[in-house]
């Protein structure tokens, strides 16, 4: 049996605005932009990729499954995404080397810091 990991599916209140947010912060090209199933991915044939859809309800806990980024430059990386519209997010994290943020919406994600030499 053989299993390939196509995307991941972000509820939200506004896939459109939201997974264009993502494509922007990621770099990635926007495969389908419907306001029912808006995909991004690295490339157009590169997986996996995001898949953004709509749900009625509100994010109202800490996401189970989060996303973790590791920058060339952990500090421009967060301000970069604070620019454009992601927060500080505390999930009880305490004093960490990574930096918790979430995304317009309210999803975490973690941008990480350097690997250990």
């Known amino acids: 049996m053989s299993l390939v990991w196509e995307q991941?599916?972000?509820d939200a209140a506004d896939p459109v605005a939201l997974g264009?947010?993502?494509a922007d912060a990621?770099?990635?090209?926007v495969i389908n932009d419907s306001p029912d199933e808006f995909e991004i991915r690295?490339?157009?044939e590169?997986?996996?990729g995001l898949l953004f859809v709509p749900v009625p309800e509100a994010k109202s806990v800490k996401n189970r499954l989060h996303l973790d980024f590791?920058?060339?430059d952990q500090g421009a990386e967060v301000e970069r995404l604070l620019a454009l519209g992601a927060r500080h997010a505390d999930v009880g994290q305490g004093e960490q080397?990574?930096?918790v943020l979430a995304d317009p919406e309210g999803n975490e994600f973690c941008v990480l810091g350097a690997h250990a030499a």
């Open 20 to 22: 264009r947010w993502w």
């Open 97 to 99: 080397p990574w930096v």
């Open 42 to 44: 690295p490339e157009p």
């Open 8 to 10: 991941i599916t972000v």
């Open 46 to 48: 590169r997986l996996p």
């Open 70 to 72: 590791r920058p060339d």
């Open 26 to 29: 990621l770099g990635w090209t």
